[in-house]
C-alpha cells in the first residue's frame, strides 16, 4: 500500500459498533503483543531459567518437560532467551520507531506548512533517502557508526524518517487547503496558531497509525541486522542473533531457529493487524 493510500484510509471514520463486535483476529493480535510486553518489562514471571548461564550436560536437547523449546549449543534454554530477548528487540523497535516518527514528522510538517522554497529543499532531501533501499541505508549508518543495539536501532531510524516526512507532508498540506483552516484564517488566526490547532491535530491521525505498522517493519529490520552481524552481539539473546546462532544447527537442532523466527513473525503479523484496525481497517 503507498503513502497515499494508506493516509486516505487512515482518514475514514471507523464506526463505534465496529469496536464491539467480536474480532478474533484482532484480540489474538492484542493477546501477542501484551505478551511480548510482559516479557520485555517482567521475564522473570515467565521463565526460572538465566539467558546466559548454560545447563551442563544440557546441550542441544529437543522440546520436551522442563525445556518447552529445547536448548542450545550452551545448554541455554531456548524459551527463556526468547522470553529475555523481547526486551532488547522490542526496545531497540521503538527507539527506532520514535526517532522515524518525530525526526520524519517534524521535517514534513516544515515542508508541508512553509511551501514554496524550504519544501522543495526538504522534500528533494526525502526523495533521495526515498531513493536507498532501507537495508542498504540501515548498512551504511550502522558501518559509520558502529555495531551494538544503540546503533542498530539509529541506523533504522534514520531509515524510517523519509517514509513519515513524506506521509505528514502530504496529511499537512491536504488539512492546510480545506475550508476550516482558509476560515481560521479569515478570523483572524496567525499562521502558528492555525497550525497548531488546527492543521497539526487533524494531519497526525495516519502519521501514529503509520508508526504502527512501522514497529513491525522495525523488529524485522533489527532482526535482519542482527542476523548479519550487525546489531545485536552475542551473548545478549536478541532474537535475530537467536536465529543466526542456530543457522548452522537447522540439521541436528531445528528449534534454534524455528520458534524465534515463529516468535518475530507473530509480533510482526500481530502490530500490522492492530495497525490496519488503527487504519480503518475491518477484520
Same mark, same amino acid.
Given at each position: 500500500?503507498?503513502?497515499?493510500?494508506?493516509?486516505?484510509?487512515?482518514?475514514?471514520?471507523?464506526?463505534?459498533?465496529?469496536?464491539?463486535?467480536?474480532?478474533?483476529?484482532?484480540?489474538?493480535?492484542?493477546?501477542?503483543?501484551?505478551?511480548?510486553?510482559?516479557?520485555?518489562?517482567?521475564?522473570?514471571?515467565?521463565?526460572?531459567?538465566?539467558?546466559?548461564?548454560?545447563?551442563?550436560?544440557?546441550?542441544?536437547?529437543?522440546?520436551?518437560?522442563?525445556?518447552?523449546?529445547?536448548?542450545?549449543?550452551? &545448554?541455554?534454554?531456548?524459551? !527463556?532467551?526468547? #522470553?529475555?530477548? $523481547? =526486551?532488547?528487540?522490542?526496545? %531497540?523497535? +521503538? @527507539?527506532?520507531?520514535?526517532?522515524?516518527?518525530?525526526?520524519?514528522?517534524?521535517?514534513?510538517?516544515?515542508?508541508?506548512?512553509?511551501?514554496?522554497?524550504?519544501?522543495?529543499?526538504?522534500?528533494?532531501?526525502?526523495?533521495?533517502?526515498?531513493?536507498?533501499?532501507?537495508?542498504?541505508?540501515?548498512?551504511?549508518?550502522?558501518?559509520?557508526?558502529?555495531? &551494538?543495539?544503540?546503533?542498530? !536501532?539509529?541506523? #533504522?531510524?534514520? $531509515? =524510517?524518517?523519509?517514509?513519515? %516526512?513524506? +506521509? @505528514?507532508?502530504?496529511?499537512?498540506?491536504?488539512?492546510?487547503?480545506?475550508?476550516?483552516?482558509?476560515?481560521?484564517?479569515?478570523?483572524?488566526?496567525?499562521?502558528?496558531?492555525?497550525?497548531?490547532?488546527?492543521?497539526?491535530?487533524?494531519?497526525?491521525?495516519?502519521?501514529?497509525?503509520?508508526?504502527?505498522?512501522?514497529?513491525?517493519?522495525?523488529?524485522?529490520?533489527?532482526?535482519?541486522?542482527?542476523?548479519?552481524?550487525?546489531?545485536?552481539?552475542?551473548?545478549?539473546?536478541?532474537?535475530?542473533?537467536?536465529?543466526?546462532?542456530?543457522?548452522?544447527?537447522?540439521?541436528?537442532?531445528?528449534?534454534?531457529?524455528?520458534?524465534?523466527?515463529?516468535?518475530?513473525?507473530?509480533?510482526?503479523?500481530?502490530?500490522?493487524?492492530?495497525?490496519?484496525?488503527?487504519?480503518?481497517?475491518?477484520?
Amino acid at each position: 500500500m503507498s503513502l497515499v493510500d494508506y493516509a486516505a484510509a487512515a482518514r475514514k471514520r471507523v464506526p463505534a459498533l465496529q469496536y464491539l463486535t467480536i474480532q478474533p483476529g484482532l484480540w489474538l493480535a492484542w493477546g501477542v503483543i501484551v505478551v511480548a510486553a510482559l516479557a520485555a518489562f517482567a521475564p522473570g514471571l515467565l521463565t526460572q531459567y538465566s539467558p546466559i548461564d548454560g545447563i551442563a550436560g544440557a546441550q542441544r536437547l529437543a522440546p520436551q518437560a522442563g525445556h518447552w523449546l529445547g536448548t542450545d549449543q550452551l &545448554g541455554r534454554d531456548v524459551y !527463556a532467551r526468547i #522470553v529475555y530477548g $523481547a =526486551s532488547h528487540s522490542l526496545s %531497540a523497535a +521503538l @527507539a527506532a520507531v520514535a526517532m522515524g516518527l518525530f525526526v520524519g514528522t517534524a521535517i514534513g510538517v516544515i515542508a508541508g506548512a512553509f511551501a514554496g522554497r524550504v519544501e522543495s529543499v526538504l522534500m528533494r532531501l526525502v526523495d533521495v533517502l526515498l531513493s536507498i533501499p532501507s537495508l542498504l541505508l540501515s548498512l551504511t549508518v550502522i558501518i559509520l557508526l558502529g555495531f &551494538g543495539t544503540v546503533n542498530a !536501532a539509529i541506523a #533504522v531510524g534514520v $531509515a =524510517s524518517i523519509a517514509s513519515f %516526512a513524506r +506521509l @505528514a507532508r502530504g496529511e499537512v498540506v491536504r488539512i492546510r487547503h480545506a475550508d476550516y483552516v482558509e476560515a481560521a484564517y479569515g478570523s483572524g488566526g496567525t499562521f502558528w496558531a492555525v497550525l497548531w490547532r488546527h492543521i497539526l491535530p487533524n494531519s497526525l491521525t495516519a502519521v501514529l497509525a503509520f508508526a504502527t505498522l512501522q514497529f513491525g517493519q522495525a523488529i524485522l529490520a533489527l532482526s535482519t541486522l542482527s542476523f548479519l552481524g550487525y546489531g545485536t552481539p552475542p551473548p545478549i539473546p536478541e532474537w535475530g542473533l537467536l536465529i543466526a546462532e542456530g543457522r548452522n544447527y537447522l540439521s541436528t537442532a531445528w528449534w534454534l531457529t524455528t520458534f524465534p523466527g515463529i516468535v518475530v513473525i507473530a509480533v510482526v503479523l500481530a502490530t500490522n493487524r492492530i495497525s490496519q484496525q488503527l487504519n480503518g481497517g475491518r477484520s
